[in-house]
């Protein structure tokens, strides 16, 4: 049983589709009983076992439904009948996604960096932030976050970059907003935003374009400003308006 919480938790850190199915409940002579896992992948691989033969062929079907949902779903067998398996009892096999936590990369640990952080703890997202200001975090009592005290330039090459990165870019300075850009801009990710007034996304397009770094339809690709327009004032307040727009595209990944 424990290989397949070890496997469970190694696909937590990657960015694979897969279903757990557990048997919950049986009746009757069954080739497996309650507590049985088999874990399907998207490509119809499996780990473990919940019992061979048409059972597991029709589990591995309903598996890849369930992946392609992303919605967990009961299913009831009826052996013989259903199957013509001779053992003849019936079970009840519990399919549900595994759901990767998706990795937010937030480079600033200032005030709307930090209302970001407290306003989305709760919302499924490996937070790691980022900052080079010595003694930034030492007031932060959030747990669970992952924090870097270094040089954003010593940090980015470190980093693992994935389609299931979100990269959010608040720093203190201008110039270090459009360094981390640069760079993040040519990693993999799932999202990327820069904070700023329209005169400073303005001028990021006119450098980035002159200086070669980035194409308009590269640019046009990052979200900047960041976030929803709510007329946001406060360091709260634009930090929903930002973690708004994450949810919406969370919720659109395939």
């Known amino acids: 049983m424990n290989k397949i919480y070890n496997k469970i938790s190694e696909i937590l850190k990657s960015n694979t589709k897969t279903a757990l199915c557990t048997i919950i409940s049986t009746v009757g002579s069954t080739p497996l009983k309650a507590g049985a896992k088999m874990i399907v992948f998207e490509d119809g691989s499996i780990f473990g076992t919940i019992g ?6 029709a589990t591995i079907k309903n ?52 209302a970001i952080v407290k306003h989305s703890l709760d919302l499924d997202f ?31 090459p470190t980093l693992s970059y994935d389609n299931n990165t979100f990269i959010i870019i608040t720093t203190f300075d201008h110039a270090i907003d459009r360094e981390v850009l640069a760079f993040c801009m040519k990693q993999p990710h799932f999202y990327l935003g820069m904070i700023g007034s329209k005169t400073k996304v303005a001028r990021t397009y006119e450098m ?22 709510i007329n946001a004032e406060t360091a709260d307040e634009i930090s929903i308006s930002i973690i708004a727009k994450l949810i919406k595209e969370k919720n659109t990944q395939d």
């Not at 595994?98 to 990369?105: A, D, E, F, L, T």
Request: include cysteine; aromatic fraction near 8%.
């Open 208 to 229: 980035f374009q002159s200086e070669g770094i980035a194409t308009k339809e590269e640019l046009e690709k990052v979200d900047m400003p960041l976030g929803i327009d």
């Open 126 to 156: 490996d937070i790691t932030v980022i900052d080079s200001r010595e003694g930034i975090f030492n007031e932060w009592t959030f747990d669970g976050v992952e924090k870097i005290t270094a040089p954003f330039t010593q940090v980015l």
């Open 63 to 114: 598996a890849l439904v369930v992946i392609k949902n992303k919605e967990p779903k009961l299913f009831k067998h009826e052996l013989k009948a259903q199957h013509e398996m001779c053992c003849g009892g019936s079970l009840e096999i519990f399919i549900e996604p595994i759901m990767q936590k998706k990795k937010m990369y937030l480079f600033g640990a200032g005030h709307v960096g930090k």
């Open 52 to 57: 061979g033969g048409h059972l597991e062929e």
